[in-house]
């Protein structure tokens, strides 16, 4: 018995042994990994630092050098060792687009003309046929960024795919390279265009010129109610006074929020067309688009609304009244007020006292 529990702890402290080794023996190959890996990428954060300073200094050289094209063609052989190597081919792609994103008119379309000459365009097509969506996004975004008008179609069949984030990244790239002309994928949207897609959509066409704009009217009807709020943001950035009748039938719309945007853009447009019906809609809206249609009185109608304005001070609500007495004021001044004054109750009286204080 005594020889068997004394077998039985000979195993026992060969095994912790033994695991005691392999432990130290993995340790030590994860902590040698870390350390060749940490060594690797410092050693290539200095060699990209040197690459940038070398790319920086030929790119001096070929955005300022001759217009001739002898010498144009000189200076962009330059890059072209660069290329020869993957790491040092990524970083002369990276410094390239990062100088392009604040270059505009002849420099940027050096810029990619260099970006041509030196093959990327078919890297990024390459990259755009990748089975890895993230891949494809980063080739749409290098060719819309350069505006390479021959993928257009690849792209497009990109915009359908049944990946959102890809589709959208898609659309986004249609539009820089197309212009308002791919706006037309809008017709056929069948999901809600999220509001981090509308802002990234303005930010590119906002630069575009108006006069390329496609018909708008048809997406002001759209069934699609985000659609309309884009279109809406969209004859904001552009003043689109010629909307003016369709901007005027979406007062009637049943979405409370496009109901709202359309007040707001109805004001900064000036269109005083649009009093007659809001007076109409007033009393059976919501009181969010009655306090907005107050603050568009305001901006545009003149003294003609004052009895319109006065009628709402018959029953007290501190926020109607509030914006009431404001837009009174705006319109025909203090003086009017004070010929209100008497009519009004005594919690009235010491909102008009209020107003009149404010902006002294």
Known sequence: ?????????????IIVGTLIIVFSVISICVFIAAFIVRHKRERNQQKEKKLVLQFQELFSNFLFSSENEELLGISMNKFKPYTKNKFNKSILLKTLFKIHKDMTGDIAEKLKML??????????????????WHIQIIGMRELSEMRIQNVADDIAILSLDKNEILRREAQLALVKINGFQALNFLNNLTYTLSEWQQLLLLETIQYFNEKNLPPLEKLLKSENDSIVLFVLKISRI???????DHLIQLLNHENETIKIDTIGVLGELQITDSLAILKRNYSKSSKVVQLKTLELFGKIADEQSIHFLAKQLQLYDYEINLQVLRTIKTIEGKQKLEELKPS????QQNLLLHVMEENK
């Not at 970006?115 to 890895?132: M, Q, T």
């Open 238 to 244: 552009f003043n689109l006074i010629s909307l003016k």
């Open 1 to 13: 018995m005594n020889l068997f529990i004394l077998n039985l702890q000979t195993d026992f402290s």
């Open 115 to 132: 970006y041509i000459e030196l093959g990327f365009v078919d890297d990024s097509i390459k990259k755009i046929k990748s089975s890895k």
């Open 344 to 347: 009004l109750s005594s919690k």
